[in-house]
């Protein structure tokens, strides 16, 4: 039976700026009582989107913070002396390999029934902050989405007691950590990389960044510097949802892609050297291309528009970018492979 090792989420926001030291308990806003539901069914319907947005790869569009909030769930509160748990429940996704390549997200329903050193640590006061100069970490703890269930099938959604620092208490955690749980349920959830988009080494998403920069107001200067003659590229193209177009940053389903044809390649890298002057055009692109280095080493980041404005970016590893135009050539050489 497996044990709950993954059960929390460490999201990384930043370096550790200091220890967080020795907190003082006492009382800070206590939340009230949790609201009791009277009888659980399954995540499916109580959590249904649990978990569901999980770490994606640069230049994608998404946040790596997973969705908590459940609309018809109970209030978040502590434990009433009266109901007794028996049972946790813990909602979620999960990242697995798909047959015939690729992967997809599975939602996931998991039990456990040896929980007192959970419920003793979910009746802990919350930390307060001790007086004088004081400093937490800057990564961030997601708790899952948990459920505790009685003998009669009510159930309830605790609070986690909280540190010093704003965390769930190191006892809450370790509590949590040490839960054997039972899968009981699990449903496919959608797609996250398909077979196609393996097979050509390309990420599923990806984020429109020729738009992202130039409606950001910048790069700069307007013509790019002459493009490197290194390595073999990959090539993988993206298309763009018409409610997409037009946004903050564009997200992009891949469409095709591979490593790009060494008689194509010379061409491509001709026309991002080019000093061609760059149009006043704000048309969003509906297709763009991402070129890397097919070693996944060195190399500028390459994004070309093909179609609308048809411009092109190249991005360099050490910071900075530069734009420049492109046209229906470039575009024709950046067809599938």
Known sequence: MPKGRN???VALLGV?????GEAVDGPVDEPGPAGIAESWTSCAEAAPQAGAELPVPPGA???PVPAASTPNAPEIGRIDPAFTPVTAVLCGREIRPRPGGGQEQVATERHADEIDALIEALRLPDQRRPKGEFACTLDMIIPPWLALLDDRGRWLRPYLP?????KPRVE???ALDGLRLTTVDTRPAGSVESPEAAAAGCAQHWADMVWVETTNGRPGPPA???APTG??????VYQVPPSEQGGGKPAGDFLYGGPLPRERQAGVLRALGNRRAVVDCATPASRFAVLRPLDGTGGPDRYVELDGCRRFLVASPTGGAALGQGDSVL?????PV
């Open 224 to 226: 790019p510097p002459a």
């Open 16 to 20: 550790a700026l200091s220890g967080c």
């Open 172 to 174: 809450v955690r370790t």
């Open 61 to 63: 569009t998404s946040s």
């Open 231 to 236: 390595g073999r590229l990959r090539l993988c």
């Open 331 to 335: 575009a024709g050489l950046l067809g």
């Open 162 to 166: 909280t540190d010093a620092c704003g």
């Open 7 to 9: 059960v929390l989420v």
